[in-house]
Each structure stands twice: as C-alpha cells, then as structure tokens.
C-alpha cells in the first residue's frame, strides 16, 4: 500500500501541471475570441498586441511548471541582449521540452509574447492548439521534397508586412537526437561524408529550407539569428557515454535538475543569402555545436567536462513573472466547471474549436 502511494504521487508531479495546462485551454481559447471580437473594426497592430500579450500570459503558465514547478537551474553561457529584436532562433532538437527552452530565453528578454514556431505539419492536428499556434503566426512544415516552400514565405511575408514581432523557433535537424537511435544517427552522419560535409556526432546533419526560407523572406524584417546549444545534465553519464534527453513527462517529475544554454547571437548581415554559401554556413554552426557537446560529454579534462566553453552563470526565473498567469487563467476555468452552463460552454470549446481549428488551419496557409 505504501509503495503504491509513493508511485501515484509521483505520477501527480505530472499529471497536475499537465491538467492544469490542458485543461485551462478552453478559457484561454474563450478569451481570444473575445479579444479578437473587441478588436474586429480596430487596427490590426491593436489586435497584434492584444494576441501576444495574451500568449505571453498562457507561456507564462507554462513555465511556471517547467520553471518553478520544477525547480530546475539554468545555467546560461553568453549575454542574451537585454533589449527585445527580432530573430530566428536556431538550436540542437534532442527531446519534445526543447521548445520550453526558446520560452526561458524569451522571457528573460521580455520577448515571450513573440515567440512563434516552425513546426511539423503533425502537430496541427493538436485539439486547439494546433489551430492557435498557427493564428499565432506559427509556421506548419513537411519534409524533405513535399517541403512547401511558397506557403512558408507566403505566411512569413504576411507576418513581416505587418510588422509584426519575430522570435520564430527552427529546430534545423527536423528529428530529435537520440543517442539510443544508431541507425538514425549513421545515417545522417554518412549523408554528410556524402555530400562532403563534415560528420557530426552529437547532432544530426542540419536540414537548411526552412532556415533559408524563414532568413531570406523575413531578412529586412530580422535583427539577429540566435544561435542555442542545449544540454540537459542528465544526458550526462558516469563515463563519456550520452542518456536521451528528458520527455517532457520527465521534466516535469523534476528528472532534469539542471539545463546548460550555449547563446550566441549572428547579425544576420553575416549571413550568407546564396543557397549554397548558406548550406555551408549553417552545417558549420553545427561542427561548433557538435565540437562544444563533445567536450561537454568527452573531455577527459575535469574542468571542461560537463560544461560548456565560459563563464556559466545561474539564472533564476522569479516566481512573480509566471505566477499571476496561473492565478489569472485558474480563475476564467474554475468557474467554468463550478456550473452545468459552464460545464456545456467549456466542452463546447473544445470539440467546436478543435473541429473549427482543423477546417482553418488546412485552409489557411
């Protein structure tokens, strides 16, 4: 009995912050729309504020539980540029929490209500979610040579010409990394020897189209490219061998107690615009985040092992910035499920919403 105690209140580390993050979803969908109703016959610039003032406030929600919650440290090498710019965020894809790492850095640059997303067409098909991240200028792509190159510029073009604030998140690799995947992982590194570029072994050989797209299109509109290497510390083993990286079901258990963040910010006049210059440039950024990963996992020098090249410092997430969100959306759900009117309206939202979420975003570009 008691061993059966300890297991279901481990499994609540998890099953409440994802209750409480899923299940606020409606009144948060409901909160939109009313916005987006105050706004109809305002300028669009209102309606832009309004909608990432409103994201900030659901992300916000979320890092409370993948922040404070969770109580992980973050250790941060580089200077993240105290004012807010607009850029595309370029990082290692090793595990489904990767994209709350774009959120921690966000809001440390009060840029958390920007943040948008390149992100496989899949995950469209998520109830309601699918459907706001793309009104939220969220970008859905496919692989390889069904990649719709003219629907991504025709999108990023829109957001762009409306001046609208960029942190748009690519993972180039497309695939998660995961050490266990052999095959997965000497496939990609022989397309490298193939193609003449150099072999990776702690990242997979970066795809370019959607980085070269988003760049090019958005290029007058960006400031910078932000260039993130990630380690969760306990991918680290006891010898030099690499773990998989925590799901997110993980994370939020409180399995990762420490995230290492590598920044480095590119102007991007540096940039090459040519395909082919840009194709080298970005696999080159990729050979420092393999070289960096390899000392982090490898190196036999104790005072590099285990952390990445400068001075790491810990950043604290102060509880004020995230706890107001969950006081705020708990108080437009909580009501809803007090009431059999609000019990109808809130399973309504969902399957309306989702129903018309799935019509708009395969119609929408």
């Known amino acids: 009995m008691l061993l059966s105690l300890v ?16 299940g606020t979803a409606p009144a948060y ?29 659901y992300q916000s929600l979320v890092l409370f539980f993948f922040e404070n919650y969770t109580g992980v440290e973050i250790v941060i090498y580089g200077d993240i540029p105290k004012n807010k710019e607009n850029v595309v965020y370029l990082s290692n894809h090793q595990c489904t929490a990767d994209w709350i790492i774009a959120d921690m850095l966000a809001i440390r640059q009060k840029a958390l209500g ?6 496989k067409d899949g995950l469209k098909w998520l109830p309601l979610y699918g459907w706001y991240f793309s009104q939220h200028g969220g970008v859905y792509v496919k692989r390889s040579a069904k990649f719709d ?5 025709k999108k990023l073009s829109s957001q762009t010409v409306l001046g609208t604030p960029m942190y748009l998140v690519i993972f180039p690799e497309g695939t998660r990394y995961n ?15 193939k193609e003449g570029l150099a072999v990776l072994d702690h990242v997979l050989t970066p795809r370019m189209k959607a980085s070269h797209v988003a760049i090019e299109t958005m290029r007058d509109h960006l400031d910078a490219v932000y260039d993130v290497t990630v380690v969760y510390e306990g991918t680290l083993g006891t010898s030099s061998e690499r ?29 090459p615009p040519e395909s ?9 950024r990729f050979e420092i985040k393999d070289q960096m990963l390899t000392t982090f996992y490898e190196s036999e020098d104790p005072d590099k092992k285990g952390r990445f090249p400068g001075e790491g410092q810990r950043s604290h997430l102060s509880i004020t910035k995230t706890l107001p969100s969950l006081l705020f959306l708990g108080g437009l ?20 919403g989702t129903l018309l979420g799935w019509l708009w975003v395969n119609v929408s570009p």
Request: charged share 25%; aromatic share 14%; net charge positive.
């Open 243 to 271: 773990h998989p990286a925590p799901s997110m079901p993980e994370f939020l258990c409180k399995e990762c107690p420490k995230v290492h963040i590598h920044f480095e910010r590119v102007d991007v006049k540096e940039i």
């Open 333 to 352: 759900t909580l009501p809803m499920l007090l009431t059999e009117s609000g019990r109808k309206l809130y399973v309504r939202t969902w399957v309306y």
């Open 276 to 284: 082919v210059f840009f194709r080298r440039w970005l696999h080159e």
């Open 149 to 153: 190159e003219k629907a991504m510029k």
């Open 179 to 193: 050490p266990e995947l052999k095959k997965m992982i000497s496939d990609s590194q022989a397309f490298s020897a």
């Open 29 to 57: 969908i409901l909160s939109w729309g009313a916005c987006r109703l105050i706004s109809a016959f305002l300028p669009s610039r209102i309606f832009r504020r309004m909608d990432d003032h409103l994201y900030n406030i």
């Open 7 to 22: 297991v279901h209140t481990y499994s609540l580390r998890y099953w409440f912050p994802a209750a409480v993050m899923i």
């Open 114 to 119: 920007h943040v948008r997303y390149v992100l």
